[in-house]
């Protein structure tokens, strides 16, 4: 069947690909040109919610809107509905989804293989019962979209390991993310839903333990932008209040794996207790403290890559020199 890429479809959409902005001038074009530029033998629909943004991101979203009608919908808004509780995605993207599969790709990240979708497709339709399809990714530097590391939980295609998923924090990035309409919809009513915890993780978490799960490919098909300049990553490292921030983060990751606890009757209960362990790990890890990484988890600490952990010596020991480099890696 021949694949067709940029071109109207008069029939509906199979995929509907989602995806929220907000101050990414920079970047949305390339996110929309990495989601036109994919190859299928379906018809799909992207769709952008921009949040009032105050930069030039709703205008280059308005823009492509208007070059491509019958592919691209743009939504706007006169106020910021996030800080009035609105979740974009679920307020006003999803219900104008018309595809049978969803796939999630934010503003400032980007798809880097023209046969992401249609690969994700082939693997959703070949098992009924799967909740979503993830892969691998790699982190890039956000200025000059340099490669920094591949995110690649597995070394093959297989099953996700329900376990896996409760007892880390993020084995996928969200711009992986294809799932069943169905399924998410299902997510939309469930008591992980309303938590706090971060979207990503409480979609992940839910996907992983919902009738057949995920399924992984391994191979790395999205480019996540490190440090992008309105992404939580940078908000929540240049925070002055960093130990307040990580300790909410990791109630909420908490408050998460209990939930799930309950709403699968404790059929990963084990998984769960595991689980909580790694978010005090995380918490840890966040506010680099590395007395308590070395002493409390020496063999977990030891795998994290040679920068991360020579970051948190830095800022556990030298402060003054870790902000130095930081700055400097930051470009401020």
Avoid at 34 to 63: H, K, M, R, W, Y
Avoid at 116 to 124: A, T
Avoid at 199 to 211: I, L, N, P, R
Avoid at 221 to 249: C, H, I, K, P
């Amino acid at each position: 069947m021949d694949r067709e890429t940029n071109t109207c479809h008069d029939s509906e959409p199979l995929v509907s690909v989602l995806c929220i902005t907000y101050n990414q001038e920079p970047y949305i074009a390339q996110a929309l040109e990495s989601f036109l530029a994919q190859e299928t033998s379906f018809p799909f629909e992207i769709l952008v919610n921009d949040d009032c943004s105050t930069d030039g991101t709703a205008d280059i979203a308005l823009s492509y809107q208007e070059r491509y009608p019958d592919r691209i919908q743009a939504i706007t808004h006169d106020q910021n509905q996030y800080s009035q509780g609105n979740m974009p995605i679920e307020c006003f993207l999803f219900p104008k989804a018309r595809g049978r599969y969803l796939a999630l790709c934010e503003g400032d990240d980007y798809f880097t293989d023209p046969t992401k979708l249609q690969r994700q497709f082939d693997v959703m339709e070949a098992d009924p019962s799967l909740a979503g399809c993830v892969h691998a990714n790699e982190n890039v530097q956000a200025s000059s979209g340099k490669r920094l590391s591949v995110k690649r939980f597995y070394e093959r295609d297989c099953n996700v390991d329900p376990d896996d998923v409760i007892t880390h924090v993020q084995c996928f990035s969200t711009n992986s993310i294809f799932v069943r309409r169905d399924a998410f919809a299902a997510y939309l009513q469930s008591p992980q839903r309303a938590l706090a915890a971060d979207g990503d993780q409480k979609v992940m978490t839910f996907m992983a333990t919902y009738e057949g799960g995920l399924y992984y490919l391994d191979r790395i098909m999205s480019a996540y932008r490190f440090m992008a300049g309105s992404s939580v990553n940078r908000t929540s490292l240049m925070s002055d209040d960093m130990r307040a921030v990580a300790q909410r983060r990791h109630d909420a990751r908490v408050t998460l794996l209990k939930t799930l606890d309950d709403a699968t009757d404790g059929r990963f209960h084990d998984a769960v207790l595991r689980g909580i362990d790694r978010m005090d790990y995380e918490f840890c890890k966040d506010i680099r403290d590395y007395r308590q990484l070395r002493s409390h988890w020496p063999e977990t600490f030891a795998t994290e890559s040679l920068p991360a952990r020579i970051d948190s010596f830095l800022y556990t020991y030298m402060r003054p020199l870790h902000t130095l480099a930081y700055r400097i890696y930051c470009r401020l």
